[in-house]
């Protein structure tokens, strides 16, 4: 094969309480990446999408993630990509991610496989580096291995692959953009053991929740007392979001990744059409354009179409 395309999934990072290490993957929406080896050195990107997102390869997510792999692979010489997204960037649902964990799975697809998924992940971390100044993982991650993830570590890279139960989850992208690379300049660098040990007690309870597929746990285990106090206020209507989805018969929600979606997990899917209905009630009063899906969690990841 000579021209390799994939879907690549949106995913919710932090996952409330796991702030850059617990993420999951989503099945809706997607990016639609296509590759082929060129015989111009390096990546060429083409865009068709509105976004304009930078073609120069070091400066756009997918190139620097195929340029990382690239720097592996010495007898290829160069790869032509065609992006697509349909995740809107700045949205807080991994749209970077998406691009970036796209684009070397496909790839590697096109390499017979050759690279294992925590080299992937290792490679797509480069394009994370750009969107947003640092490596994280937690939209890489799921997007490569689907499902829940834990990332244990970055250095050395150890990612656990968490069980979950079905669930449903419903996100609201109001119409405003938040820059991760803003959202983390305003984070508190140094926080009281008090906040920590809640912290730590809810991620811990949270990965259990998942395993042991006890929803009642898994909802009072989404609580963040370090992060959540602090980026919520560039949220229009988050408070009054999180209270009535949750009145509604959410398990529990917050800030997708950096934001500016919103999650709320349920474990039906009626709940999940009601939980849309309360958020859109609450931005049409409020006045701000939003976006709104009801989808459940992708355990495949990236995965290849034919076109
Ligand atoms: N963990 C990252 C953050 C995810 O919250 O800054 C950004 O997509």
Redesign the pocket.
Known sequence: MNQITVHSPATV??VVCG??IL?FALNEPNDELTISLSDVRGVTIINEDDYQLPTKAEDNVSGAALLALLSETPDIKGFQLISKKNIKPGS?I?S??ASAAGSVVAANILLNNRFSKEDLVRFAMFG?KV??G?K?A??IAPAIYGGVTLIRSIFPLDVISIDAPELYVTIVHPQIEVK?SD??QI?KQRILLKDAIKQWGNIAGLVAGFINHDYDLIGRSLEDVI?EPV?SILIPGFDEIKLKCKEAGALGGG?S??GPSIFMLSQHASTAKIVEDVMKDIYNRIGLAYHTHVTTINKQGVKQIVL
Request: net charge negative; charged share 20%.
């Open positions: 990072a932090n702030f850059d993420g807080g991994g970077s991610a994370e969107a947003s640092v994280h937690d939209n991760t959202a983390r984070l992060i980026r800030i990744g950096s």
